[in-house]
């Protein structure tokens, strides 16, 4: 099993930054890729931004130029820094893992952390 976890949500007024964390444990996994999902109230969960193993990374349209997605040199905390914050931005934000335990790959995800943009 991995445990993530998450932190940084929290009120922002537009045209702010929050920076969101979220640190994986557990034993014998190896990480494929972490991603940041967020889901609004009443859409559906969505991929915000997501880093490979080998460091490439991907975001969604909505996101492109305002956040980055990072990591800590161990590969095992992957970071959101979201800037010029929107109130479209305002989600449920959750990290997820994609990781190999053993010769199985598994999918694991974070308890979720609120980010409210607004005035």
């Known amino acids: 099993q991995v445990q993530l976890v998450e932190s940084g949500g929290g009120l922002v007024q537009p045209g702010g930054s929050l920076r969101l964390s979220c640190a994986a444990s557990?034993?014998?996994?190896?990480?494929?890729?972490m991603n940041w999902y967020r889901q609004a109230p009443g859409k559906e969960r969505e991929l915000v931004a997501g880093?490979?193993?080998?460091?490439?990374?991907n975001y969604a349209d909505s996101v492109k130029g305002r956040f980055t997605i990072s990591r800590d040199n161990a590969r095992t905390t992957v970071y959101l820094q979201m800037n010029s914050l929107k109130p479209e931005d305002t989600a449920v934000y959750y990290c997820?893992?994609?990781?190999?335990?053993?010769?199985?790959?598994?999918?694991?995800w974070g308890q979720g952390t609120q980010v409210t943009v607004s005035s």
């Open positions: 557990g034993r014998s996994f190896r990480i494929v890729r």
């Open positions: 880093i490979r193993s080998d460091g490439t990374t």
């Open positions: 997820n893992t994609d990781v190999w335990i053993e010769y199985s790959r598994s999918s694991f």
